[in-house]
């Protein structure tokens, strides 16, 4: 069973930029997601991008962020940008759909 494990979150002001990544523990060949979720609320998924690199935002985050994968290092990145507090939520890799065990995420808080 794959690994997934998210790194790159924090702290930052609205307006701001991170980038997050996500290693996977063995080559994968599907295509792959960012997916975020805040208390109370369902996860859902901000960003895909196939194995071609073909990418697909939600309108919420089309034009800030920015969906990437590394084939040969087995990594997905997200580079968000122009960040809002809504924004704000733990953020999860997976493939899309979401056939993989979950990893841990990484928390998100964008200050206003």
């Known amino acids: 069973q794959v690994q997934l494990v998210e790194s790159g979150g924090g702290l930052v002001q609205a307006g701001g930029s991170l980038r997050l990544s996500c290693a996977a523990s063995r080559s994968i060949f599907n295509p792959m997601g960012w997916y975020r979720q805040t208390p109370g609320k369902q996860r859902t998924m901000v960003a895909s991008v196939a194995l071609s690199g073909t990418t697909n935002y939600a309108d919420s985050v089309k034009g800030r962020f920015t969906i990437s994968r590394d084939n040969a290092k087995n990594m997905v990145f997200l580079q968000m940008n122009s960040l809002k507090p809504e924004d704000t939520a733990v953020y999860y890799c997976?493939?899309?759909?979401?056939?993989?065990?979950w990893g841990q995420g990484t928390q998100v808080f964008v200050s206003s």
């Open positions: 997976n493939a899309n759909p979401p056939l993989l065990s």
